[in-house]
């Protein structure tokens, strides 16, 4: 191409460019994280992450964004969750998250009408409090936790009357407590410790 056809060339504004799959998943967990923040409550979640999946351009999800804290969703990795966040997503099928594994500073589970459960009782975790976003419609997220963890439920959580927590709220000295933002809108979130084995 000749400097005079580049000269000629349309300039597109850069909110008015095509986005892409990432950029609107990019958005939706931004969205998430708000709503798990207490900046935003679930309906308009709801509403907001309706309009982030059909947005054309990055003026739209820019729009979405626009009166949250961050940076901005010019390139989608700006928008993706901090690098230690587990991600727990499922829509029907049940999903469990157990075994040895290691424990990170957020973990984000959503469902729409299956079940997560979240077993801590084998896992380590270097953690003094661990933040739990926990979001389902009609489904159920479970968390079962060792001996000596505690839970608390965020003060900006919803429907806490479908949110119950059996745990205890003051963790053993050295052991981490889950500090749970909890959205359940039919379905339910359950906290509890694993029954001991008898002998």
């Not at 931004?30 to 509403?47: H, K, P, S, V």
Request: hydrophobic share 40%; glycine share 6%.
């Amino acid at each position: 191409m000749s400097d005079a056809d580049q000269s000629s060339a349309p300039l597109i504004p850069a909110d008015a460019a095509r986005a892409g799959d990432a950029d609107r998943e990019a958005v939706a967990d931004r969205l998430r994280i708000a709503a798990g923040d207490g900046r935003i409550d679930l309906a308009e979640l709801d509403e907001r992450l309706t309009h982030a999946y059909v947005a054309k351009t990055y003026g739209q999800l820019e729009a979405l964004v626009a009166d949250l804290p961050a940076r901005s969703v010019a390139i989608a990795g700006d928008a993706l969750p901090e690098p230690e966040t587990l991600v727990l997503k499922t829509k029907a099928p049940n999903l469990k998250q157990s075994g040895q594994w290691t424990v990170p500073q957020r973990i984000m589970a959503e469902t729409t009408t299956g079940f997560i459960t979240i077993d801590f009782t084998k896992a380590s975790c270097a953690h003094r409090e661990v933040a739990v976003e926990a979001v389902t419609r009609s489904g159920w997220i479970r968390l079962l936790l060792p001996d000596g963890w505690a839970a608390r439920i965020s003060p900006s959580s919803t429907n806490t009357s479908h949110i119950s927590n059996k745990a205890p709220e003051t963790a053993a000295p050295g052991a981490p407590t889950i500090i749970v933002t909890g959205h359940p809108l039919s379905g339910y979130i359950k906290i509890r410790q694993r029954r001991r084995k008898r002998r």
